[in-house]
């Protein structure tokens, strides 16, 4: 039986027939789960991330002080000066992130496949990225108040602006005093390009990958090894792509507003892109690329491989 996942004989950019569908709520519930599982294991490496990237905002390489060197390094810091808990900040409001945007995007884009979007040239990128931007505006609130957590640290290593909230509720309310519903939403604009190019390079290289590998038949009994080996070529594809977009997105999350609630650094994303450009230089488009990637990867395989062998199991009990 082919995989629900795969789109057809001629992988992204050709025609394919429609996969099986899986029923529509039950697979918007499975790619929570599944992400949600790979957040449990991956926060901390988001936590390291958003570190790196708001290390020396706006300042020229070498005019700021360096608390985290690296990926390993950084870990060790954060746990050494935050504790243990201080690595897995931001973990609940980062599972609600995770089960609303990635189970509106792999559920919408489960959709695609059943209607025979994904048939069309192109069909499976185009359906990666609409389905990415749709799940990415309606999870933006949780992602803003889960950078606001991730960045806040004691004094010793801060980076960034410290909005200094007591816990998830707390900067919900906060934001929403401060800067009424629409603040939920600031940040939003990096946001979506962000999910709109990690999704239709994850979701369009997840199933090209997962057909060459099927059709390479180096693994025919093999259905795990498969989708394993796809998610990884995947997650170096989404990593590359994403993390120009990751900075921007974070640096537009966590910076500070005016009293006319509007931010302090930052106009938009492309006056974010600008100016990190001109101060950090383009390489600043790259800060954190390394836990972006030491989390994209295994979280794109265990996220991806979890939907993957959850929907095909559902799909045999179903025959």
């Not at 029923?23 to 988001?46: K, R």
């Not at 309606?138 to 992602?143: E, G, I, K, Q």
């Not at 960045?151 to 816990?167: D, F, M």
């Not at 931010?263 to 492309?270: A, C, D, P, T, V």
Request: proline share 5%; with cysteine; charged share 15%.
């Amino acid at each position: 039986m082919v995989s629900s996942v795969t789109p057809g004989p001629h992988g992204v950019f050709g025609p394919s027939s429609p996969p099986p569908a899986v029923w529509p709520p039950l697979d918007f519930a499975l790619g929570s789960l599944a992400c949600c599982a790979a957040c449990v294991f991956t926060n901390p490496l988001e936590v390291v991330k958003t570190r790196l990237q708001l290390q020396g905002e706006l300042r020229a390489r070498g005019s700021y002080q360096r608390h985290y060197r690296g990926v390993l390094q950084a870990l060790w810091v954060v746990g050494r000066t935050d504790g243990v808990k201080g690595l897995q900040k931001g973990l609940s409001v980062g599972l609600i992130y995770q089960g609303v945007m990635n189970g509106m995007r792999l559920g919408s884009y489960s959709y695609c496949e059943a209607v025979g979007i994904t048939s069309f040239h192109g069909g499976s990128l185009l359906s990666g990225a609409v389905c990415g931007a749709l799940g990415a505006f309606v999870a933006s609130p949780a992602y803003l108040v889960k950078t606001h957590l991730q960045a806040q640290s004691v004094q010793a290593i801060a980076v960034g602006h410290q909005h200094n909230h007591l816990g998830v509720s707390d900067a919900f309310v906060t934001i929403y005093r401060r800067e009424g519903l629409i603040g939920l939403w600031r940040g939003v604009n990096g946001a979506v390009p962000r999910v709109m190019v990690g999704s239709a390079a994850q979701l369009a290289t997840f199933t090209s990958a997962k057909e060459w590998v099927s059709q390479s038949q180096l693994f025919t009994s093999n259905k795990f090894l498969t989708a394993l080996i796809a998610a990884m070529i995947s997650g170096v594809a989404v990593t590359i792509s994403m993390t120009p977009f990751d900075v921007i997105s974070t640096r537009l999350y966590n910076q500070p507003v005016d009293e006319f609630r509007r931010g302090r650094l930052y106009n938009g994303f492309s006056d974010c892109m600008l100016k990190v450009c001109q101060t950090e230089g383009v390489l600043g488009l790259y800060k954190g690329m390394g836990p972006v990637f030491l989390r994209l990867a295994p979280h794109t395989v265990l996220s991806m491989v979890f939907w993957d062998m959850m929907r095909q199991q559902v799909m045999k009990n179903q025959h």
